[in-house]
């Protein structure tokens, strides 16, 4: 049913119905949080031997580095190499950082930001710059870009990746435009995977800017829910190009093991890993070696970490599903709310009636329900049509969802007549 094909009256009787079911949710007391893709605790317990399978004997490592002590800058080699064969790339290239690969994020953009690369001229020192944008998207990436103070042009997503006509168009004549943001699997937030021809034309683009850089956060690699997507590998791609120092590639164990405990990886073309390595020397003098033994001995190989992650989808996934049958139970009408069921990663991503979305985020958190900030998934958290929400299944209990969602689609259907009225002229 549509409610654009309600008379008025019907939709102000409709409308009488929705708020006599949001009254009782005001006084229940609610402090839910459905915004940020959180492991939840049952997944965390999945690790727990990680605080164990390290002993005395583990202290040097096969090159013969004391793990207790400096040096080893750039990872261990038994790291490393875990990671080369997870994600396919040189082993050379890769540098282990800490626990967070968005800390990696940051610091690979405020070192081009400070010195350049490459021989360029540092973006600090350049004028009017711009990023390219995939929206909807990761607000964590775009509040760098609005830090610096760059221009953030919206690229739309399609469900095969960002709009490549649009990319090549702008990249290849404008050298202002310094990089784009990439969550290739499972994009953050509507899960959209992108397509081999995608991926091989962001690797041999033709771009004005030299010093141009593909932000490739590769989060939810293994984060398969209903169905493994296998990403084209862009690196491989970029050789085929002479385009490997194009792309800064992260991933992290963050929603593998324990994000506040994790492992991540930068990896480039070999003269911008040189480049970053040398750079590092003036940060750090090694990171967290004992931690990075400790994943190596748990994670094993990347068959292991593959049959750990169908453990995790046992426990995401019934979220999932959750989310997906009560958005359909309870939304009476089709034209209120669309959203994709994505086969992996983290979020559910939904889009309200045009102009609804800040409204009904407003009523839900009114009653004590957080979901994600209006426009989060936007620069400037301007959405231009304001509709777009992402739902976080992932931390809530089972129970939690099953209050916070349908208090959700109460919100949307409320948000969605009222709009409806207003364009017909009434006041609501």
């Known amino acids: 049913m549509r409610a654009q094909d309600l008379t008025t009256q019907q939709l102000k009787d409709k409308l009488a119905q929705l708020w006599a079911a949001y009254e009782p949710y005001r006084t229940m007391g609610l402090d839910l949080n459905v915004s940020r ?33 400096y040096g080893v800058m750039y990872g261990l080699v038994e790291c490393r190499r875990l990671f080369s064969e997870l994600l396919n790339l040189p082993i050379d290239n890769i540098i282990i950082g800490g626990n ?14 400070c010195f350049g690369t490459l021989g360029n001229e540092p973006w600090c020192r350049q004028k009017n710059l711009k990023f390219l944008c995939p929206v909807p998207g990761y607000d964590c990436h775009f509040r760098i870009t609005e830090a610096f103070g760059f221009e953030m042009i919206n690229i739309p997503m399609h469900e095969d990746g960002p709009d490549m006509d649009m990319i090549e168009r702008l990249v290849a004549d404008d050298p202002t435009i310094k990089g784009i943001w990439c969550v290739p699997l499972y994009s953050n937030p509507q899960g959209y995977c992108y397509s081999d021809e995608v ?35 862009i690196y491989t791609e970029a050789e085929k190009y002479g385009n490997t120092d194009r792309i800064l590639y992260f991933a992290s164990t963050a929603k593998i093991t324990f994000p506040g405990a994790a492992v991540s990886v930068i990896a480039s073309g070999d003269r911008s890993i040189a480049e970053i390595k040398e750079q590092l020397k003036l940060q750090i003098f090694s990171h967290d070696k004992i931690n990075q033994m400790r994943h190596v001995k748990y994670l094993k190989s990347p068959e292991h970490i593959k049959e750990h992650m169908r453990q995790v989808a046992e426990i995401i996934r019934p979220r999932f599903d959750l989310v997906d049958g009560l958005l359909h139970e309870k939304m009476e009408f089709e034209d209120l709310l669309t959203w994709f069921k994505p086969d992996g990663g983290y979020f559910i991503t939904v889009d309200t009636y045009p102009g609804c979305a800040a409204r009904a985020l407003e009523l ?12 989060a998934t936007y620069p400037y958290h301007k959405d231009p049509n304001d ?42």
């Open 37 to 69: 893709g959180l492991p939840c605790t049952q997944q965390l317990e999945l690790n727990m031997e990680m605080f164990h399978i390290l002993d005395e004997e583990d202290c040097i490592s096969e090159e013969g580095a004391d793990i207790r002590n």
């Open 100 to 113: 967070s690969s968005f800390n990696l994020i940051y610091d690979a953009f405020c070192r081009i930001w």
């Open 199 to 233: 991926v091989t034309r962001l690797a041999k683009m033709k771009t004005a800017a030299p010093d141009f850089r593909i932000f490739w956060d590769n989060a939810y690699v293994v984060h398969h829910l209903y169905k493994e997507h296998t990403l084209k590998n």
């Open 364 to 375: 839900t958190k009114a009653v004590g329900v957080m979901m994600a900030e209006p426009g």
């Open 387 to 428: 509709t777009n929400v992402r739902l976080a299944p992932t931390k809530p209990a089972i129970e939690e969802l099953e209050l916070a969602i349908p208090l959700f689609c109460l919100c949307v259907q409320i948000a969605g007549i009222e709009q409806i009225l207003r364009e017909r002229g009434e006041q609501v």
